[in-house]
């Protein structure tokens, strides 16, 4: 089982950048899957980037497409998401998650098996 601790989130202007950074434990994420969903207050979760294990293939919300990376290092089992030109639409609690092989690089919610606690992310205008 892998637990998954997501950091890097905060307040930012509409323009700016952040990066989360997804720390698991427990397991090594080699044997996952990892998406980043998104969830505003009032709304469902939503998909918002998903990469192989091997790095090799990444995939993105239309949304956030030409703006987000996904990234790992899966030497330091970590995920990451660098999120630029962010607009006040981004703000919401963002999620890690892991599932486990065979999986594709896209997947709704319910197809992860493991999920971090989430972060905020807040961007005014």
């Known amino acids: 089982q892998v637990q998954l601790a997501e950091s890097g989130g905060g307040s930012v202007q509409a323009g700016g950048s952040l990066r989360l950074s997804c720390a698991a434990s427990?397991?090594?994420?080699?044997?996952?899957?990892m998406g980043w969903f998104r969830q505003a207050p009032g709304k469902e979760r939503e998909w918002v980037a998903g990469?192989?294990?091997?790095?090799?293939?990444?995939a993105y919300a239309d949304s956030v497409k030409g703006r987000f990376t996904i990234s790992r290092d899966n030497a330091k089992n970590t995920l990451y998401l660098q999120m630029n030109s962010l607009k006040p639409e981004d703000a919401a609690m963002f999620l890690c998650?892991?599932?486990?092989?065979?999986?594709?690089?896209?997947?709704?919610?319910?197809?992860?098996?493991?999920w971090g606690q989430g972060i905020q992310v807040t961007v005014s205008s």
């Open positions: 998650a892991a599932r486990k092989v065979p999986c594709a690089v896209r997947g709704a919610s319910y197809t992860y098996n493991y």
């Open positions: 990469i192989l294990p091997d790095g090799s293939v990444t």
């Open positions: 427990g397991d090594t994420i080699r044997r996952y899957c």
